[in-house]
């Protein structure tokens, strides 16, 4: 089996797929201490997770520095994006971090798989409940051991804003260190804002940047 087919076979396990996939989590450790669960979002989620669409939702708004793109989202948007862009994407998965009370503090996924140099980046980090401090950089470390061990993944790497200095911190604590920037351009439309690479800039300073990192362990 090719480097491909087997990440793309092992996410649509993961996001039970098949009606003969078994849900399965990955679990959480703070040295010996058992502290919670990575749980996959699933093509089962409306039925047993349903909640995720609310909290996905709800995340983001609260959430917004984050991400390179801000609209005015909704439960429909929200339910359309995990149904037609998260799950059918065969190199891109999304868990959610549970701590031991089966609560969901917030939610973290790979993407982006170059199939030929193994590697991908870390995606979509939110940390939803703020009082659960420690344990999104557990599940991020949880998240890259299983990506090396169980996935083969050689080089790790992510995406940041670089108004988001929260976030580079969070990821340097991690190991994670800086290696390009990625201009980037403010556009409006529809209601949207997104800041994107553009090709043909000209002499237009750019308004923030990507920052690209990679994890040196």
């Known amino acids: ?47 047993c997770r349903p909640k995720y669409i609310n909290l996905i939702y709800q995340w983001r708004q609260e959430n917004p520095i984050g991400f390179a793109n801000r ?46 140099a193994k590697s991908c980046e870390i995606d979509n980090v939110v940390r939803g409940k703020k009082e659960f401090k420690g344990l999104m950089s557990l599940a991020t470390k949880t998240l890259i051991d299983w990506g090396k061990r169980f996935l083969g993944v050689q080089n790790i790497y992510l995406k940041v804003l670089s108004d988001n200095p929260h976030a580079i911190k969070f990821y340097e604590r991690l190991d994670f260190r800086i290696r390009s920037y990625i201009p980037l351009f403010k556009i409006e439309h529809d209601g949207m804002i997104e800041w994107i690479p553009l090709k043909e800039a000209g002499e237009r300073k750019p308004d923030k940047h990507f920052i690209v990192m990679k994890l040196c362990q």
């Open 1 to 47: 089996m090719g480097y491909k087919n087997y990440i793309e076979k092992t996410f649509d396990s993961y996001k039970c797929k098949s009606k003969t996939d078994e849900y399965r989590t990955i679990p959480m450790y703070d040295g010996d201490n058992l502290v919670g669960f990575l749980k996959p979002v699933t093509y089962l989620y409306k039925t």
């Open 71 to 116: 609209f005015e989202g909704s439960i429909e948007k929200t339910e359309d994006w995990i149904n037609n862009i998260l799950l059918p994407r065969k190199d891109r998965i999304l868990f959610f971090v549970h701590n031991l009370d089966n609560t969901p503090i917030g939610h973290l996924g790979l993407s982006s798989f170059d199939y030929v």
